[in-house]
Nanobody
Framework: QVQLVESGGGLVQAGGSLRLSCAAA????????VGWFRQAPGKERDFVAA????????YYADSVKGRFTISRDNAKRTVYLQMNSLKPEDTAVYYC?????????????????WGQGTQVTVSS
């Protein structure tokens, strides 16, 4: 079992930045892919960004490309989502998810473990 804990959410003005963290705890796994997803009120969960186990491969939704950066520090068992130039439409609960393995994943159905989510609110 892998537990994921997100942090770093909050309230920020449009144009501002936030950095989300996703820390893994529990069962020690050496290789796992991580994805970030978000869900706004009344909307479906959307893919945001994903990174493979090594950090060497990343993938972004078109809506965040060029503004968000996903990275990881495997020594700290933490994955980050740096969010710059935030827009009101980025407001949502952000979730990180993990899939054990060496392959690359980005679809929500691929991931086995999910965090509890962290709220990001961008004011105009």
């Amino acid at each position: 079992q892998v537990q994921l804990v997100e942090s770093g959410g909050g309230l920020v003005q449009a144009g501002g930045s936030l950095r989300l963290s996703c820390a893994a705890a529990g069962r020690t796994v050496s290789s796992y892919a991580v994805g970030w997803f978000r869900q706004a009120p009344g909307k479906e969960r959307d893919f945001v960004a994903a990174v493979d186990w090594s950090g060497g491969r990343t993938y972004y939704a078109d809506s965040v490309k060029g503004r968000f950066t996903i990275s990881r520090d495997n020594a700290k068992r933490t994955v980050y989502l740096q969010m710059n130039s935030l827009k009101p439409e980025d407001t949502a609960v952000y979730y990180c998810a993990a899939k054990v393995g060496l392959s690359f994943y980005y679809r929500g159905t691929d991931f086995d473990y999910w965090g509890q989510g962290t709220q990001v609110t961008v004011s105009s």
